[in-house]
């Protein structure tokens, strides 16, 4: 693959740190057994912040705004499949879930092209295939969309799906992009939107809490290109690219950039802060099984918290596959991720005084609940950290260390939503409207305050929301 020869710089951690890897949460994971190319900015910009935040500052124009499709021609024209490996750990572009791990192949479509997938089911709470088109879009065609999550994916014969029945992880699959898909047809996915025999493409390979945190076990699918009777295939790469074009310091821990203009007075009427809203995502490769809820803050003075708190969804548990959907699961996956308004909108990523990372992402198995199931958030800085953790039924999560003063950016994940879950996000019609979002996500829907510390000491959270 080419490089592009323009871009951001990487929102990641310094290079002496990002050869270690850590579970979702606080302290070191153990390094990958594959290697990297470049960690650097990835060709897949998740989500468009600009158009979900109408009221935040927005990423600058510098920053990634579109997917990146090398200039190669085919899917594995770089000899190898999966050549871009993304995470939260290296390239950390535009909010990054620290549960993540992406893997990218580009495509050029053709006529009578099909790529064959030839893997095993990971061990790992979610996996998905997803195809974008060069927007970085997602489609359908005939009928058919352009996703296949892991309990959709018929296993071989002789295997067996772990997302649809009890069952060990490591069964085969196969899975076939191509032009010609019909409705109920399995484990294929169309390769272009309707009506398009050229350009260029994405192939997306998405990965959620692998087991144990340690994306090295999980096995990439190998790639077949079949076009006008000729058939190559190709082993998943060992090492990874993802472009780069500027050198980061190995002093700061998360990118510097110039903040954009602030919004018009209409938009901040709209969307206030600490004003929750699901997000209007229609391009940049969003996960199309997840619905996103937005918010920002410039974090409060000295002495001062932010107090976010609702009704936590319930949801599947651990770090191993399990049938979907299952009774008493509200949804596959949630989160809270807080990153920096600014630049490529970095997930925050704080180095600790023992050398390891305090991501500002938590993932459901990480956060406290009462005894009725609600949540707390408490966001402060590291140094509030030991006093924020000693309120029952509080999970502290951090504002950046390096640039406590610009505006932040918070996401709420949903991912594979139960359809009888009745305050899904996902069932908001308006996007960016903090009152549709609560009035269909009710006690479900966040509600947020700043509060003096002190207070939150003494009275505990109900007393912040007095």
């Known amino acids: 693959m080419t490089a592009p020869t323009s871009g951001p710089t990487a929102g990641g951690l310094p290079p002496d740190v990002r050869v270690a890897r850590r579970q979702v949460g606080v302290g070191p994971r153990a390094p990958v057994g594959r290697r990297r190319v470049r960690d650097a900015v990835p060709g897949l910009a998740v989500l468009a912040l600009v158009a979900a935040c109408t009221a935040a500052p927005t990423p600058s124009p510098g920053a990634s705004s579109s997917v990146v499709v090398p200039a190669s021609g085919q899917a594995g024209a770089q000899g190898c499949a999966w050549p871009e490996e993304v995470d939260a750990y290296s390239s950390n572009t535009v909010i990054p879930d620290a549960a993540d791990v992406v893997w990218i192949d580009s495509l050029q479509v053709a006529p009578g092209l099909r790529i064959v997938l030839s893997g095993t089911f990971p061990d790992a709470r979610y996996a998905s295939f997803q195809v974008y088109d060069r927007t970085g879009a997602p489609f359908t065609r005939d009928g058919v969309g352009s996703t296949l999550t892991d309990y959709q994916i018929a296993p071989d014969p002789g295997s067996v799906n772990p997302w649809q029945q009890q069952a060990a992880p490591g069964g085969h699959f196969t899975v076939t992009l191509r032009e010609d898909v019909s409705p109920g047809e399995a484990n294929t996915i169309p390769l272009a939107p309707a009506g398009t025999s050229s350009g260029r493409g994405i192939l997306v390979y998405r990965v959620y809490l692998p087991a144990g945190g340690d994306i090295s076990k999980v096995p990439l699918p190998s790639m077949t290109l079949e076009e006008a009777g000729r058939s190559e295939s190709l082993a998943p ?147 509030q950290r030991a006093t924020i953790e000693r309120v029952a039924d509080t999970t502290f999560l951090p504002f950046s260390a390096a640039q406590p003063a610009t505006t932040h950016l918070l996401m709420f994940r949903y991912m594979l939503v139960n359809p009888g879950f009745a305050y899904s996000p996902g069932r908001v019609t308006q996007g960016n409207d903090p009152a549709a979002t609560a009035a269909v996500m009710g006690p479900y829907y966040p509600r947020a305050t700043v509060c003096p510390l002190s207070t939150l000491v003494s009275e505990g959270v109900a007393g912040c929301f007095k």
């Open 237 to 383: 790469c060992t090492s990874f690219y993802s472009p780069l074009t500027a050198p980061r310091s190995a002093a700061s821990p998360v990118p510097t950039a110039t903040p954009t203009a602030t919004p018009s007075p209409s938009a901040t009427q709209r969307v206030g802060p600490l004003q929750f809203f699901k997000a209007s995502i229609d391009t940049l490769a969003p996960n199309v099984d997840t619905p996103y809820v937005l918010s920002y803050l410039t974090p409060p003075g000295p002495g001062d918290v932010v107090v976010i708190r609702a009704r936590a969804p319930t949801h599947a548990s651990g770090d191993h596959p399990s049938p979907w959907p299952a009774a008493g699961e509200d949804v596959r996956y949630w989160s809270l991720c807080i990153a920096l308004a600014t630049g490529v909108v970095p997930t925050v990523m704080n180095l600790t005084p023992s050398g390891g990372i305090d991501t500002g992402c938590r993932a459901d198995d990480q956060v406290r609940l009462d005894a009725a199931g609600n949540y707390a958030f408490v966001l402060g800085t590291e140094a």
